[in-house]
T-cell receptor
Framework: GAVVSQHPSRVICKSGTSVKIECRSLDFQATTMFWYRQFPKQSLMLMATSNEGSKATYEQGVEKDKFLINHASLTLSTLTVTSAHPEDSSFYICSADRQGSYNEQFFGPGTRLTVL | GNSVTQMEGPVTLSEEAFLTINCTYTATGYPSLFWYVQYPGEGLQLLLKATKADDKGSNKGFEATYRKETTSFHLEKGSVQVSDSAVYFC??????????FGQGTRLTINP
C-alpha cells in the first residue's frame, strides 16, 4: 500500500490561465500533504505543507496567492497555479505523510507543467 | 538547521561495478535517514531508510548504514545494472519537521 497519484501527469497551458493539479492518497489517509517543485537537474524545493481542513503553510519566498492549496479531505490535496507564466513551468511533485508511518513520505509521480 | 550533503555527480559506471554515493548530514538529535530514487520523468520512490544509529537499510541490492559517529548514510551496491541509472537523493527528517533533501546524484550505468 501507500500509493499516491497525481493528475494530470502533464499539462500545457497558455500564459495567464490557471492550472489545477490533484494529489490523492489512494489506499491510506494522509495526515499531511506536501507540495514540491523541481527544476531541471535540481533537487526538490518544498513549496508548502498542507493539513486537512486548515490553511497551508508556505515556505519562504513562495507566493500563497499564486500557488493556491486546498486540502479538502484526508486523501486529496490540490495545487492551483493561478495566472500561470512561463517561469512557472516546472515539475511539481506532491507527497503524503501516512498516519503511523514515522515520518516517511510517499511521493506522487509528478506533474510536468509547461506554460506557453 | 538540518542539512544533507551528497557527493557531486554525475557518476558514470560500467555495469557490474561497485557503487558508493556519499551522504553526510547535519542535525541535532537523531533524525531518520532516507535514500530516494528518481527515474527519468517520474516522481520519487523510497529506496531504503534507517531510523536509528547503526540501522542498515537495504532494498534491491542497495544498502546504507546509519553512522552517527561520522554523521553519514552512504549508499552502496555491489554490482550495478543499467536499470539503476537514475537520480538518487539522500534525505533526513526529524520529528515533525520537513524532509530535507540533498542535491541529488545522477547515476549513469553503461552496458
Amino acid at each position: 500500500g501507500a500509493v499516491v497519484s497525481q493528475h494530470p501527469s502533464r499539462v500545457i497551458c497558455k500564459s495567464g490561465t490557471s492550472v489545477k493539479i490533484e494529489c490523492r492518497s489512494l489506499d491510506f489517509q494522509a495526515t499531511t500533504m506536501f507540495w514540491y517543485r523541481q527544476f531541471p537537474k535540481q533537487s526538490l524545493m518544498l513549496m508548502a505543507t498542507s493539513n486537512e481542513g486548515s490553511k497551508a503553510t508556505y515556505e519562504q519566498g513562495v507566493e500563497k496567492d499564486k500557488f493556491l492549496i486546498n486540502h479538502a479531505s484526508l486523501t486529496l490535496s490540490t495545487l492551483t497555479v493561478t495566472s500561470a507564466h512561463p517561469e512557472d513551468s516546472s515539475f511539481y511533485i506532491c507527497s503524503a505523510d501516512r498516519q503511523g508511518s514515522y515520518n516517511e513520505q510517499f511521493f506522487g509521480p509528478g506533474t510536468r507543467l509547461t506554460v506557453l | 538547521g538540518n542539512s544533507v550533503t551528497q557527493m557531486e555527480g554525475p557518476v558514470t559506471l560500467s555495469e557490474e561495478a561497485f557503487l558508493t554515493i556519499n551522504c553526510t548530514y547535519t542535525a541535532t538529535g537523531y533524525p531518520s535517514l532516507f535514500w530516494y530514487v528518481q527515474y527519468p520523468g517520474e516522481g520519487l520512490q523510497l529506496l531504503l531508510k534507517a531510523t536509528k544509529a547503526d540501522d542498515k537499510g537495504s532494498n534491491k541490492g542497495f544498502e546504507a548504514t546509519y553512522r552517527k559517529e561520522t554523521t553519514s548514510f552512504h549508499l552502496e551496491k555491489g554490482s550495478v545494472q543499467v536499470s539503476d541509472s537514475a537520480v538518487y537523493f539522500c534525505a533526513l527528517v526529524q520529528g515533525a519537521q520537513k524532509l530535507v533533501f540533498g542535491q541529488g546524484t545522477r547515476l549513469t550505468i553503461n552496458p
